[in-house]
């Protein structure tokens, strides 16, 4: 092979399987679960994403890099999802709001790209195999140690057990005041609005904290392991638990016993994803390691109690087992693509939560009306 055509990056999974590629973005290695995401649009807002902390992301989607990147879009400080794989080396930004590219992007915040992957294949290896175990190398001058790479991903303890909320959990607590350029009509806040939420962030998303803003909510983002004391501190008309990565029951030590205490409190509670599977725990069912995951945005969700359905985005590789739920809390969602359960509330309390993310970021917008639901719980409880 002529120097030229050498490989600059290398995807070793756990079973021993190589893809050889073209590096981009940061040099050096990384040890990860490897997802696969089928997303059309919204790269930068998956690769900035908490909830991505190890977890290298494979775009089924053949064009990525086409709109640059922009800070408007990120749903975090930087990057966090630890890598990402793409079917061709990615391509020159060409929009008007691109503020920079891909390449330089990932190179500034320390992730690494392999593009090149026959992305089909490696993809139905992920769904075979069930989110593997990999590494992920990026040499300029292509020399790899190839057994070595093997044997770390190998060696690699997995997300399951990982408590990774605590990682990417804000410092200290903040105001959040930004709401979205649009929101539907009919939805928003209204005069007097202005609820007290205090919002945990586990790895929240900013749209989600936009989100709440433009519902009405007037935010107090706090720490990941603040205790219920804390939370009631603030006085809240209403408490949010977000997204975030890692697995759930490993967060059982802080979250779950908060959680608990604000139940006894009858508050309005709404939470998305990782919130969603806190939630859960906290009545006592349990989560399970799902076998893929869920990553992209056109997932067909049932609302079981009005028929409807809703597409959403996705990004989860833990779910809550139905089985285990307890008596008076409801599965009020399910997944269309395999059953799964997608959303719970308490029953005759302004309790509930879902698996996939209303916020979208990217994706479809037909969950958006959970906020408003969140809002009107805690409009209804001022006017009790
Ligand atoms: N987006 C999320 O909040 C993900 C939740 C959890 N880490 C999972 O993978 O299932």
């Given at each position: 092979?002529?120097?030229?055509?050498?490989?600059?990056?290398c995807l070793a999974l756990a079973d021993g399987t190589l893809f050889?590629?073209?590096?981009?973005?940061?040099?050096?290695e990384t040890v990860a679960e490897l997802c696969?995401?089928?997303?059309?649009?919204?790269?930068?807002?998956?690769?900035?994403?908490?909830?991505?902390?190890?977890q290298v992301v494979t775009?089924?989607?053949?064009?990525?890099?086409?709109?640059?990147?922009?800070?408007?879009?990120?749903?975090?400080?930087?990057?966090?999802?630890a890598g990402?794989v793409?079917?061709?080396?990615?391509?020159?930004?060409?929009?008007?709001?691109?503020?920079?590219?891909?390449?330089?992007?990932?190179?500034?915040?320390?992730?690494i790209?392999i593009?090149?992957?026959?992305?089909?294949?490696l993809?139905?290896a992920i769904?075979?195999q069930?989110a593997p175990h990999v590494a992920l190398a990026?040499?300029?001058?292509?020399?790899?140690?190839?057994?070595?790479l093997v044997?770390k991903a190998r060696?690699w303890?997995g997300?399951?057990?990982?408590?990774?909320?605590?990682?990417?959990?804000?410092?200290?607590?903040?105001?959040?005041?930004?709401?979205?350029?649009?929101?539907?009509?009919?939805?928003?806040?209204?005069?007097?609005?202005?609820?007290?939420?205090?919002?945990?962030?586990?790895?929240?998303?900013?749209?989600?904290?936009?989100?709440?803003?433009?519902?009405?909510?007037?935010?107090?983002?706090?720490?990941?392991?603040?205790?219920?004391?804390?939370?009631?501190?603030?006085?809240?008309?209403?408490?949010?638990?977000?997204?975030?990565?890692?697995?759930?029951?490993?967060?059982?030590?802080?979250?779950?016993?908060?959680?608990?205490?604000?139940?006894?409190?009858?508050?309005?509670?709404?939470?998305?994803?990782?919130?969603?599977?806190?939630?859960?725990?906290?009545?006592?069912?349990?989560?399970?390691?799902?076998?893929?995951?869920?990553?992209?945005?056109?997932?067909?969700?049932?609302?079981?109690?009005?028929?409807?359905?809703?597409?959403?985005?996705?990004?989860?590789?833990?779910?809550?087992?139905?089985?285990?739920?307890?008596?008076?809390?409801?599965?009020?969602?399910?997944?269309?693509?395999?059953?799964?359960?997608?959303?719970?509330?308490?029953?005759?309390?302004?309790?509930?939560?879902?698996?996939?993310?209303?916020?979208?970021?990217?994706?479809?917008?037909?969950?958006?009306?959970?906020?408003?639901?969140?809002?009107?719980?805690?409009?209804?409880?001022?006017?009790?």
């Open positions: 092979m002529p120097n030229s055509d050498k490989p600059t990056a050889y590629g073209k590096g981009f973005g940061a040099s050096g696969f995401n089928t997303a059309m649009t919204g790269y930068q807002e998956i690769m900035t994403d908490p909830s991505y902390a190890g775009f089924t989607f053949p064009h990525i890099g086409n709109v640059g990147v922009t800070p408007e879009d990120d749903e975090a400080a930087e990057p966090v999802a990402m793409v079917k061709w080396d990615p391509t020159e930004p060409s929009n008007w709001r691109a503020a920079g590219d891909l390449v330089h992007w990932l190179e500034k915040n320390g992730r790209g593009g090149g992957i026959d992305t089909r294949r993809t139905r769904r075979q069930g990026h040499d300029p001058e292509g020399n790899f140690d190839i057994a070595a044997a060696a303890s997300l399951v057990g990982l408590d990774l909320a605590k990682d990417v959990t804000c410092a200290q607590s903040y105001r959040w005041d930004e709401t979205r350029w649009a929101w539907p009509d009919g939805y928003g806040k209204r005069e007097g609005d202005g609820f007290r939420v205090v919002a945990i962030d586990y790895g929240a998303k900013r749209n989600i904290l936009r989100c709440l803003a433009s519902a009405g909510c007037d935010v107090t983002v706090l720490p990941a392991t603040a205790t219920a004391e804390e939370v009631l501190a603030h006085n809240p008309e209403g408490v949010f638990l977000s997204n975030g990565p890692g697995d759930p029951a490993a967060t059982g030590e802080y979250a779950v016993p908060m959680i608990k205490d604000v139940l006894s409190r009858d508050l309005p509670v709404f939470g998305i994803c990782l919130g969603h599977q806190m939630l859960a725990l906290a009545v006592g069912a349990r989560t399970i390691k799902m076998n893929h995951g869920h990553h992209g945005a056109n997932h067909p969700v049932k609302d079981v109690e009005t028929g409807k359905v809703e597409i959403t985005s996705m990004n989860h590789g833990f779910a809550v087992d139905a089985q285990t739920l307890p008596k008076g809390v409801k599965e009020t969602h399910v997944s269309l693509f395999d059953g799964s359960n997608c959303g719970i509330r308490l029953e005759g309390r302004p309790v509930f939560s879902v698996q996939h993310h209303p916020e979208a970021s990217p994706g479809p917008q037909d969950s958006f009306y959970l906020f408003e639901r969140f809002a009107q719980a805690m409009r209804d409880r001022r006017a009790a």
